[in-house]
T-cell receptor, first 112, second 114 residues
Framework: GDSVTQMEGPVTLSEEAFLTINCTYT??????LFWYVQYPGEGLQLLLK?????DKGSNKGFEATYRKETTSFHLEKGSVQVSDSAVYFC???????????FGAGTTVTVRA | ETGVTQTPRHLVMGMTNKKSLKCEQH?????MYWYKQSAKKPLELMFV???????ENNSVPSRFSPECPNSSHLFLHLHTLQPEDSALYLC?????????????FGSGTRLTVV
C-alpha cells in the first residue's frame, strides 16, 4: 500500500539554524507529494507540493524536491525562525485515489 | 467566505450528551473527510464522503455518526462518548479528480469529553 515515512521528532533548533526533515515514500502509482504544517491550536495548512519527478515545491523559505530515484521529498529551510515552530507532515496522493496518506508528523521547536 | 470552516472551535461535553460538529466548505470540492488527531498519535482517517456518498468508514465506533446532506456540508454527530474520544477533530475537503491539489483542512474542533 501507499505510505510515507518521516523522521521522528521532536526537533529543537536555534533561530537561524538549518532545518531538514526527511521524508520517504512507497507508492503503487505515480504520486503527488505534499508538506503540510500545523501551528499550535490550528488545523493543517498546505505548505508546498510537487506533482512530478524533479519538481521543487517552495513556500515561506521552505523547499522540497521530488526525487523519484530515492523516493524522497525532504523538507529544508536555510534559516528558521521562532514562528516556524510547528508540526510538519509529509503526505502523498496517487492518481485515481481520493486518499491522502500522511506521515506521523515531526514536531519542530525553534528557540530564540 | 472561502475555505473550510468548522464549528464549534471548542466543545466540552459529558459522556451522556449528544452534540454535533459541523463542517462547511466553499471551494466547490466534491469529497469531504473527517480525521481524528489525538496527542502523540498519527492522524486517523474516520470517514470519507465522495459525491455525498460514504465511501470509507475506518472501523469507527457507532457513537460517531457522520452525515453529508450535500457536497458543501459535513456533520459528525456524537453521542455517549468516552473520555478517550477527547481529541482534535479535523474536517477536510478535496476535488477528487485533482490529485495534485491535496486536501484543504479546517481549523478543527477541540473536543473534551468529561
Amino acid at each position: 500500500g501507499d505510505s510515507v515515512t518521516q523522521m521522528e521528532g521532536p526537533v529543537t533548533l536555534s533561530e537561524e539554524a538549518f532545518l531538514t526533515i526527511n521524508c520517504t515514500y512507497t507508492a503503487t502509482g505515480y504520486p503527488s507529494l505534499f508538506w503540510y504544517v500545523q501551528y499550535p491550536g490550528e488545523g493543517l495548512q498546505l505548505l508546498l507540493k510537487a506533482t512530478k519527478a524533479d519538481d521543487k515545491g517552495s513556500n515561506k523559505g521552505f523547499e522540497a524536491t521530488y526525487r523519484k530515484e530515492t523516493t524522497s521529498f525532504h523538507l529544508e529551510k536555510g534559516s528558521v525562525q521562532v514562528s516556524d515552530s510547528a508540526v510538519y507532515f509529509c503526505a502523498l496522493r496517487v492518481l485515481n485515489d481520493y486518499k491522502l496518506s500522511f506521515g506521523a508528523g515531526t514536531t519542530v521547536t525553534v528557540r530564540a | 467566505e472561502t475555505g473550510v470552516t468548522q464549528t464549534p472551535r471548542h466543545l466540552v461535553m459529558g459522556m451522556t450528551n449528544k452534540k454535533s460538529l459541523k463542517c462547511e466548505q466553499h471551494l466547490g470540492h466534491n469529497a469531504m473527510y473527517w480525521y481524528k488527531q489525538s496527542a502523540k498519535k498519527p492522524l486517523e482517517l474516520m470517514f470519507v464522503y465522495s459525491l455525498e456518498e460514504r465511501v470509507e468508514n475506518n472501523s469507527v465506533p457507532s457513537r460517531f455518526s457522520p452525515e453529508c446532506p450535500n457536497s458543501s456540508h459535513l456533520f459528525l454527530h456524537l453521542h455517549t462518548l468516552q473520555p478517550e474520544d477527547s481529541a482534535l477533530y479535523l474536517c477536510a475537503s478535496s476535488q477528487e479528480d485533482r490529485v495534485g491539489y491535496g486536501y484543504t483542512f479546517g481549523s478543527g474542533t477541540r473536543l473534551t469529553v468529561v
